[in-house]
């Protein structure tokens, strides 16, 4: 009877992980040309990326992500070039932290990116909204 028992929270935490909820700010994020922001974005209940894929991508822009993080790493083989040496995952990953740290920003980062996250059941999604201080938004 106790050896059914140890599998319980191994089970509980692979069942978790089918489903989950994307979440960011509703407001618009600010940044300033040529400084550094982060774009929040995390999942419900805290749930660990690590085993997850993240994608961060402009709208219609899915195939070539700012950043994509697969099979544990960043995968920068169809990262688009303009983002490249300019955007990392800081994490914690394993609480549930996707947000996106963007350097060196300019004024072509303003505008939407989406929050992808997803597994091999399940997966979701939600914008967040970069704008520039002293900027109107186009």
């Not at 072509?108 to 996250?117: A, F, I, K, R």
Request: aromatic share 8%; net charge neutral; charged share 20%.
């Amino acid at each position: 009877m106790v050896g059914r028992w140890l599998f319980l929270p191994l089970l509980l935490s692979h069942v978790s992980a089918q489903s989950f909820s994307v979440v960011v700010p509703e407001t618009p994020v600010s940044g300033q040309l040529g400084g550094s922001v982060t774009l929040p974005c995390a999942l419900s209940d805290n749930l660990d990326v690590r085993k997850l894929e993240v994608r961060w991508y402009r709208p219609s822009m899915y195939s070539s992500p700012a950043l994509l993080y697969l099979n544990e790493k960043l995968d920068q083989s169809i990262a688009d070039i303009k983002y490249q040496g300019r955007v990392s995952l800081p994490g914690p990953l394993e609480k549930g932290d996707v947000s996106l740290k963007l350097d060196d920003l300019r004024s072509s980062d303003l505008g939407m990116y989406m929050c992808h996250v997803s597994s091999d059941r399940w997966y979701d999604k939600n914008n967040v909204s970069l704008r520039m201080q002293g900027k109107a938004e186009q």
